[in-house]
T-cell receptor, first 114, second 115 residues
Framework: EPEVTQTPSHQVTQMGQEVILRCVPI?????FYWYRQILGQKVEFLVS????????KSEIFDDQFSVERPDGSNFTLKIRSTKLEDSAMYFC????????????FGPGTRLTVL | AQSVTQPDIHITVSEGASLELRCNYS??????LFWYVQSPGQGLQLLLK??????LVQGIKGFEAEFKRSQSSFNLRKPSVHWSDAAEYFC?????????????FGAGTRLAVHP
């Protein structure tokens, strides 16, 4: 069964450093998402992406964050200058379409900012 | 304010017992409704979803959920729990505003199953 994959599974970085989290969505999917879950808190929507542009973003997704689909298979989330509060599990998801189409989630990348 | 509420943070049941996990939402128009499950070290897996029609929906792993508009609820049920059902369960909504383009999650309910 096709699945969303994410790398790395765990990333440790120093405050102020840039990180790039990588995702490979399911191949025929057109919509891509990033969510995050701070330890002990809710899963929160960050951004959705379609047709090579952001279609919606949350208040969390400020100028420090960016997303890119650099090629036909990868979908990345970049945090330019990490802060302690960026420590969280980051989930990538993809869907074939909107609304009634299921969002399939990857296993997540745990980001630890020291 | 728009919200998704799962009032039970942690539930423990015995194997073979029935289960009901509660979910309430607060949105102007009925959103699309989902239940996801997360096992340790795994991503979120969709159990079932509701968009319209029959208010009782069947999902995978023997789960079902009932949409009650009058109560703004979408509770998840299983008649007989198995030890492998121990996991965290998330209710989520896709609001009409924004074109159902994102999922808003509840805080989750962690289920423990006693043998």
């Amino acid at each position: 069964e096709p699945e969303v994959t994410q790398t790395p599974s765990h990333q440790v970085t120093q405050m102020g450093q840039e990180v790039i989290l990588r995702c490979v969505p399911i191949s025929n999917h057109l919509y891509f998402y990033w969510y995050r879950q701070i330890l002990g808190q809710k899963v929160e929507f960050l951004v959705s992406f379609y047709n090579n542009e952001i279609s919606e973003k949350s208040e969390i997704f400020d100028d420090q964050f960016s997303v890119e689909r650099p090629d036909g298979s990868n979908f990345t989330l970049k945090i330019r200058s990490t802060k302690l509060e960026d420590s969280a599990m980051y989930f990538c998801a993809s869907s074939e379409g909107l609304a009634e189409d299921t969002q399939y989630f990857g296993p997540g990348t745990r980001l630890t900012v020291l | 304010a728009q919200s998704v509420t799962q009032p039970d943070i942690h539930i423990t049941v015995s194997e073979g017992a029935s289960l009901e996990l509660r979910c309430n939402y607060s949105y102007g128009a009925t959103p699309y409704l989902f239940w996801y499950v997360q096992s340790p070290g795994q991503g979120l897996q969709l159990l079932l979803k509701y968009f319209s029609g029959d208010t009782l929906v069947q999902g995978i792993k023997g789960f079902e959920a009932e949409f009650k508009r009058s109560q703004s609820s979408f509770n998840l049920r299983k008649p007989s729990v198995h030890w492998s059902d121990a996991a965290e369960y998330f209710c989520a909504v896709a609001p009409f505003s924004g074109g159902y383009n994102k999922l808003i999650f509840g805080a989750g309910t962690r289920l423990a199953v006693h043998p």
